[in-house]
């Protein structure tokens, strides 16, 4: 599998974006998919994932509430939708897909990563 992220950008406070990840591969369907965020000098931490079906989410509490995951099989994407924005939500996006078939939250446990998309909120 291989993934692509795109919708990142410069947004104010209390703004929002959305965040897309395309996927190749015809096993698509078959990985929960994850969205992670790196700021600068911090770790890799978990931001949401989504079950391969769609039916199962599970969120990081600094965003549950504000974001939302979701994804649509039949066109290989994931999509990341972020509101009320917060400064220190700013960080390198990343989407990842998992085979586990659980719950994954641990970066070390995603076998696909994309490229990462750049989100910048300023206060």
């Known amino acids: 599998v291989q993934l692509q992220a795109s919708g990142g950008g410069l947004v104010q406070a209390g703004g929002s974006l959305r965040l897309s990840c395309a996927a190749s591969?015809?096993?698509?369907?078959?990985?929960?998919m994850g969205w992670f965020r790196q700021a600068p000098g911090k770790e890799r931490e978990f931001v949401a994932y989504?079950?391969?079906?769609?039916?199962?989410?599970y969120y990081a509490d600094s965003v549950k509430g504000r974001f939302t995951i979701s994804r649509d099989n039949a066109k290989k994407t994931v999509s990341l939708q972020m509101n009320s924005l917060k400064p220190e939500d700013t960080a390198v996006y990343y989407c990842?897909?998992?085979?586990?078939?659980?719950?994954?939250?641990?970066?070390?446990?995603?076998?696909?990563w994309g490229q990462g998309t750049q989100v910048t909120v300023s206060s």
């Open positions: 591969g015809r096993t698509f369907s078959r990985y929960g």
């Open positions: 990842a897909a998992d085979g586990s078939g659980m719950v994954t939250t641990s970066a070390h446990e995603y076998d696909y």
């Open positions: 989504i079950s391969w079906s769609g039916g199962s989410t």
